[in-house]
């Protein structure tokens, strides 16, 4: 079973930045085999995939976060990041981690992440 724990959530005005983490653990969990991945949800809306990285590092952007977010991974710290700058109104959802291996995937509780002036 996998832990996923989120941090880095908060309010913050149009145009600012923000750095979700997550930290990954559990028994016999080697972190660099899995996929890891940033979703979020907006009230009242289905929860879309914000941006992917794989074990091999190779990355995936929805099309309304291209060039202002970036996914990136530390294996010996077990933990995924997503850096996220120019960030719009739009933006506000709950941001929530998964990780996946083998048709099987894992959530964190999410972290809110409020873009307001």
Not at 3 to 11: D, F, H, I, N
Not at 24 to 41: C, D, E, V
Not at 77 to 93: G, H, I, R
């Amino acid at each position: 079973q996998v832990q996923l724990v989120e941090s880095g959530g908060g309010l913050v005005q149009p145009g600012g930045s923000l750095t979700l983490s997550c930290a990954a653990s559990g028994s016999r969990f080697i972190f660099s085999l899995y996929a890891m991945g940033w979703y979020r949800q907006a009230p009242g809306k289905q929860r879309d995939l914000v941006a992917a990285i794989t074990g091999e590092t190779t990355t995936n952007y929805a099309d309304s976060v291209k060039g202002r977010f970036t996914i990136s991974r530390d294996n010996a710290k077990n933990t995924v990041y997503l850096q996220m700058n120019s960030l719009k109104v739009e933006d506000t959802a709950v941001y929530y981690c998964n990780a996946a291996r083998n048709g099987f995937g894992s959530w964190g509780q999410g972290t809110q992440v409020t873009v307001s002036s």
